[in-house]
């Protein structure tokens, strides 16, 4: 079973509707949470850091974190044509000595 | 600040060559990671450097190596290139890991392409 899994997509949603991106998870040791949005041809930029359950909230971006179902989510509120990129999720435990990434969701937010 | 850089852009080398890649962290940083991105792959985890020591590596050949210098830069080598070492390699960095973790800041990659 791989340390985390992610719905590749493509996902494809119209300008203003709120996009959910999930990712599960299997060693309940992770502790660390993170989402990255890659553009094309660049390196991925990180949006979104949390370790503990619950919610945080950045703007229109919501990471939400349910250790008890090794589960993590991000929600786009009001998305827009230049949220399309691809999200990738990303934990670590409490050593940081190796980080796993999911595989990406490619998103495309259409005007 | 400046952010993480990389060079070069892109390389471009033939079967069983060898290839540099170079990476500086962004200032203060002193642990440099190092992932493979290939097309379908998702991010792949490389190598880990901190304070010049290589803490960790992920499930590759010998052939990949690295190693870091005293001002936290880094370098990643591949020998005996293969075709299928194509991929965009991207380097990270953090705050040297304490008592927790610390978020990674990527750079823009290197694009590898092997003919």
């Known amino acids: 079973q791989k340390e985390v899994e992610q719905d590749p997509g493509p996902l494809s949603v119209p300008e203003g509707a709120i996009v959910s991106l999930n990712c599960t998870y299997s060693n309940s040791a992770f502790q660390y949470f993170m989402w990255y949005r890659q553009y094309s041809r660049k390196g991925p930029e990180l949006l979104m850091y949390t370790y503990s359950s619950g919610n945080k909230e950045d703007g229109r971006f919501t990471a939400q974190v349910d250790k008890s179902s090794k589960y993590i989510s991000l929600f786009i509120r009001d998305s827009q044509p230049s949220d399309s990129a691809t999200y990738l999720c990303a934990i670590t435990d409490n050593t940081g000595n190796q980080f796993y990434f999911g595989t990406g969701t490619s998103l495309t937010v259409i005007p | 600040e400046a952010g993480v850089t990389q060079s070069p852009t892109h390389l471009i080398k033939t079967r069983g060559q060898q290839a540099t890649l170079r990476c500086s962290p962004i200032s203060g940083h002193t642990s440099v990671y190092w992932y493979q991105q290939a097309l379908g792959l998702g991010l792949q985890f490389l190598l880990w450097?901190?304070?010049?020591?290589?803490?960790n590596r992920g499930n590759f050949p010998p052939r990949f190596s690295g190693r870091q210098f005293p001002n936290y830069s880094s370098e990643l080598n591949v020998n005996a290139l293969e075709l299928e070492d194509s991929a965009l390699y991207l380097c990270?960095?953090?705050?040297?890991?304490?008592?927790?973790?610390?978020?990674?800041?990527f750079g823009p990659g290197t694009r590898l392409t092997v003919t």
């Open positions: 990270a960095s953090s705050l040297t890991l304490t008592s927790g973790s610390d978020e990674q800041y």
């Open positions: 450097y901190d304070e010049g020591e290589e803490r």
